[in-house]
């Protein structure tokens, strides 16, 4: 009799430890390009302009190589923004940008900006962009 039971508790707790596992998280990345070309002339590209993810995953902002920029910023345009961690987040060509620990229940549109220097020599321009961020 006592074999009995353990053999039925064997399937219930491995049942147990399955769902008591976190989701796997997938990091996103958006990547982000800035070219200075002279005078005013300042080009800027963000892939994927219109960032669709799911309930859990983390966003990463990496910023090519050859830009015409060492750092970026990404802050949200408003309070309510679907990440724990607090905004804004910094990053170089060597070290993305990366979110972290996204809210419960944070389905909706989250706009937000990158900002930037763009610099070719002697000039510079400030640029700031807001694509958006959507979560499934």
Known sequence: MFGVLLLA???????????QQAPTRAVVE???????????????????????IRQGDEVSWVLNRNAN???ITITPKRENWPFADQPPYRGSKATPARTGGMRPNAQGRYAYNVSLICTNGARSDTVMVDPDIIVD
């Open 9 to 19: 508790a064997v399937p219930v707790a491995a049942a147990v430890s399955r769902l």
């Open 30 to 52: 958006v990547d982000i390009d800035a070219r200075c070309t002279g005078g005013d002339n300042t080009s800027i590209t963000i892939r994927p302009w219109n960032l669709r």
């Open 69 to 71: 920029s060492s750092d």
